[in-house]
């Protein structure tokens, strides 16, 4: 055994460059042959990478999906989201418990199963989900679990459970999935024909600065959020000083209920790519990276597939379309499970081969970036829409949407709603318009923007989605009559305590706290002055952390405060005798009694 | 220090401060005699940025972290107003119950810049309710001993060791509330760090100690049994 792990790791270590910026790639190797990266395995690879072994243990100990523990041959990761939970993922959970006879976090006996929760994965449009090893399965219900669970045990790979291939391109053999697009609403940027290489040679038929002209022109923001000007962060990559330059595409789509990056890259990974091949030419860079959450592991042989293709019409490598001097190409970089590292800086970390942990800025990854040098990290759908601009005009592009925000956004849609799914609407629909077309009119709280954006009540839902106003980075999620929505909040508080990556005290300790004190209102037993810890604490964690996740992290909180203030009021009991409301003393003396060996007289 | 053409000029509580370009506002503050508090800071280390007690807020508008943010012409800082300290004392309180600080036996007590923070803002008991982890300890070094308890994930021995020590010795692992200091092995012995290091006295806390020794110094000389933490800076006279 031991001499396997030394001969594979000795292989997959030159395989990868015996370069330790490819850890990702290194461990996610050694743990889909082992089922773990051992403490041995961290030992090996750091010999033979020539770097720090505490790098590997960090790397190992950051991510989802690594374990030092061995686990199942298959490993089962159920998705733990809020959505998922109201379409009945405790029912899957419960099946699962029975037929493994494990819990979450274990591994049968005979070593073939471990049961593991995951955060969204971005499939509440299907929920319940689950990842099994990297099939992702969808539609579940106890029943279908446990037929899968028979099936694997019998012997069937995890790629015999695809009965029947999701829509689109999912039925293509080279991704063969279950998992399907919905793709509900189609506009004129996205999903509107497109024909390859005629947006690139346009492109390259301008100056790199004409290029960035353009994009300015058409006015387009960054897609992942932040909402940016992509235009104006070309201009600062290209102006910062040093010779290799990188374009990153930023696909690790971890926002809960975001979920349509997945979808351009199953339909238009090719406007993705051109997009990114565009801004390479841009700013000066010669490489591009791409990027691609852990969960979306089953899309990367596709996604290999298509560059491939674009290698062989001479779209990457060396004079790009013919075009004399300019070499491009692109690789796919795989995570591990971390939300984290959607965020710019700390998926340059992930890429170089770290613990996936934000960086200080300044510097800004437009100044330094990977490995040091300057680096522009756009989203997916903000490639693809570069693509289009090219194809049509940056004119164009900005004649549609809304002033501020130009173009369309693509909306992924969960929860309570006729029609979950993928919709490519002009920037400025109204909320309550949107509704409809989705048909989730009833609605009594939307998450706009995923748990990072806010929870707005029906007052919102005139209100319109656009930068200046409702922002979203695709997340919608639709709560309807019944539900809860101070333990929606909960769970959005659970998701960010175990995603934050630990550097900084607010976020880290901070969220804890603020989840602590909302439990214990959900549970009955809030104080009236636990309403003002609660506002100083969230504004505490939002104003000190060190990066977006802890800047935003209290959302879920304040935006229930602010939007659904009765909710909270409405749970807190009248407390005259000032009594400390969560201690239970017979809880406490039970306690004491069990330490101690005997009971109190008194009680 | 000599005037020179290149000097920033901006304030800090109103007050007109000088500093050189690429200095963080912790640096020029304290070469103008003006305390900034911090637990994670650590003169001549790169700065980590982690523990947030140098928050200040900029303009009136932003908060930053005054030992990574560079100084620029005519930014306007505010160190020391009452929505400042309330940030800095929860967090500090955060520090205190998100770990396992039993000061009344903690070897570092007197000397520990966690402990003289909480008095220098006055905290009395904090706010958080404990969360008690549980922690390891690490004995296994023959003149050293860590004490994940005490930890406040500064990375202060992390960077000392590799930036003065030229070593490579403690390093982060985990993430969230799960993350801890480890170290380059499996545990301390196997690292090469050596009682004389620069790193064996970064811990600003009592989580990185000296197996013998223990309590030298009396109470009474301590290093903040007379004056407060950050007094040094404030006392010095500049320009
Ligand atoms: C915690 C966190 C997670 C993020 N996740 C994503 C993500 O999954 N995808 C994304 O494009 N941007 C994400 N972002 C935003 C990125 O940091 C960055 O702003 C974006 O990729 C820039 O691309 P754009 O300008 O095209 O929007 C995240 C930010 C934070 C703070
Ligand atoms: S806010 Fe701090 S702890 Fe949270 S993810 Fe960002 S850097 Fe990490
Ligand atoms: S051991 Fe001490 S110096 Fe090292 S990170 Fe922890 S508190 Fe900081
Ligand atoms: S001293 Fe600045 S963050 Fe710790």
Redesign the pocket.
């Known amino acids: 055994m031991s001499q396997n792990l030394e001969t594979f790791v000795k292989h997959v270590c030159r395989e990868n460059g015996n370069d330790a910026g490819r850890m990702m790639d290194i461990c996610r190797a050694v743990q889909a042959e082992f089922r773990c990266v051992s403490p041995e395995a961290m030992t090996l690879i750091a010999q033979e990478c020539n770097c720090d072994r505490s790098q590997v243990e960090g790397v190992v100990s950051f991510y989802h999906f690594f374990s030092t523990k061995k686990q199942g041959e298959v490993v089962i990761w159920l998705c733990d989201d809020v959505i998922d939970e109201m379409k009945g993922s405790a029912d899957v959970a419960e099946a699962l418990k029975q037929e493994l006879g494990v819990d979450f976090g274990q591994t049968t006996t005979d070593g073939k199963f471990t049961l593991g929760w995951t955060p969204c994965m971005g499939l509440p449009d299907q929920a319940p989900a689950a990842m099994i090893n990297e099939e992702l399965v969808t539609n579940l219900t106890g029943d279908k679990i446990r037929e899968m669970v028979r099936e694997l045990r019998a012997g069937a790979s995890v790629k015999d459970l695809v009965k029947v291939p999701g829509d689109g391109m999912n039925a293509d053999p080279r991704l063969n999935t279950m998992v399907s697009n919905n793709i509900r609403v189609k506009g004129p940027v996205i999903f509107a024909d497109i024909e390859n290489a005629v947006g690139l040679k346009a492109a390259l038929a301008k100056t790199p600065e004409e290029v960035i002209e353009e994009v300015k022109t058409s006015g387009l923001?960054?897609?992942?959020?932040?909402?940016?000007s992509?235009g104006l962060?070309w201009m600062f990559t290209r102006g910062a000083e040093g010779e290799q330059k990188y374009i990153m595409c930023?696909?690790?789509?971890?926002?809960p209920g975001?979920f349509k990056?997945r979808i351009i890259l199953t339909e238009c990974a090719d406007m993705v790519f051109e997009g990114m091949t565009i801004a390479g030419y841009a700013i000066g860079s010669t490489e591009g990276v791409l990027y691609l959450?852990g969960e979306y592991a089953y899309m990367k042989e596709y996604l290999d597939s298509v560059l491939e293709e674009r290698r062989d019409a001479g779209l990457l490598g060396k004079n790009v379309a013919g075009k004399e001097g300019f070499d491009y190409d692109i690789r796919v970089q795989l995570g591990a499970g971390a939300?984290?590292?959607?965020?710019?800086?700390?998926?340059i970390s992930s890429c170089e081969g770290t613990r996936g942990d934000?960086k200080t800025r300044p510097p800004y990854p437009a100044q330094k970036g990977y490995k040091g040098k300057p680096t522009s990290?756009?989203?997916?759908?903000?490639?693809a829409s570069v693509n289009r601009i090219f194809v049509n005009s940056g004119q164009w592009f900005s004649a549609t949407g809304s002033c501020g925000s130009s173009g369309t956004k693509l909306l992924s849609v969960s929860g309570d709603c006729k029609r979950p799914g993928i919709y490519e609407v002009p920037f400025g629909m109204k909320l309550i318009d949107f509704l409809k077309m989705c048909g989730g009119e009833d609605a009594i709280a939307v998450q706009v923007g995923g748990p990072?954006g806010e929870l707005v009540n029906p007052d919102a839902f005139g209100r319109s989605i656009e930068y200046d106003d409702l922002a979203t980075?695709g997340s919608m999620m639709v709560f309807g009559p019944g539900r809860d929505v101070l333990k929606v909040a909960s769970k959005f508080l659970e998701f960010f305590v175990e995603?934050s990556c630990g550097y900084c005290t607010p976020c880290r300790a901070g969220n804890v706290f603020i989840k602590e004190r909302l439990d214990r209102i959900i549970d009955g037993k809030g104080d009236k002055d636990d309403i003002a810890y609660l506002e100083q604490l969230c504004n505490t964690v939002k104003v000190t952390s060190r990066?977006?996740?802890g800047?935003?992290s209290p959302n879920p909180v304040t935006s229930t405060l602010k939007n659904f203030r009765g909710e909270y009021e409405s749970r807190i009991q009248e407390n005259p005798d000032r009594m400390e409301l969560s201690f239970d003393i017979n809880a406490e003396l039970t306690e004491a009694a069990a330490i101690t060996g005997r009971m109190s007289e008194h009680f | 220090m000599e005037q020179n053409l290149e000097a920033i000029t901006f304030t800090i509580d109103g007050v007109e401060v000088q500093g050189m370009p690429g200095q963080t506002i912790l640096e020029a503050a304290e070469e103008a005699g003006i305390y900034v508090p911090r637990l994670c800071q650590l003169k001549g280390i790169t700065p980590h940025g982690s523990c947030r007690v140098c928050t200040v807020k900029v303009g009136g508008s932003w908060t930053c972290a005054a030992c990574t943010q560079p100084i620029y012409e005519g930014m306007e800082v505010d160190n020391s107003s009452e929505e400042i300290q309330t940030l800095r004392k929860d967090l500090v309180e955060m520090l205190f119950t998100e770990g396992n600080h039993y000061c009344m036996f903690c070897d570092k007590s007197g000397n520990c810049e966690l402990q003289a923070m909480a008095y220098r803002m006055g905290i009395m008991a904090p706010k958080y309710p404990y969360i008690y982890p549980e922690a390891e300890l690490d004995a296994s070094h023959p003149d050293l001993f860590i004490d994940r308890n005490r930890c406040i994930l500064c990375a202060r021995c992390v960077n000392t060791a590799q930036e003065q020590d030229g070593k490579s010795v403690f390093d982060f692992a985990g993430r969230g509330p799960h993350k801890k200091i480890i170290v380059n092995g499996e545990k301390l012995s196997d690292t090469q760090l050596a009682a004389a290091d620069k790193a064996a006295d970064a811990c600003p806390v009592g989580a990185i100690l000296p197996k013998k020794g223990a309590y030298a110094k009396p109470v009474g000389a301590r290093d903040y049994d007379d004056a407060p933490i950050g007094s040094d800076i404030e006392a010095k006279v500049c320009k």
């Open positions: 923001r960054g897609r992942g959020g932040a909402g940016f992509t962060k930023n696909a690790d789509e971890g926002e975001t990056d959450r939300y984290v590292c959607g965020e710019e800086s700390a998926l934000v990290v756009n989203n997916v759908e903000t490639f990072s980075g995603e990066c977006g996740l800047q935003t």
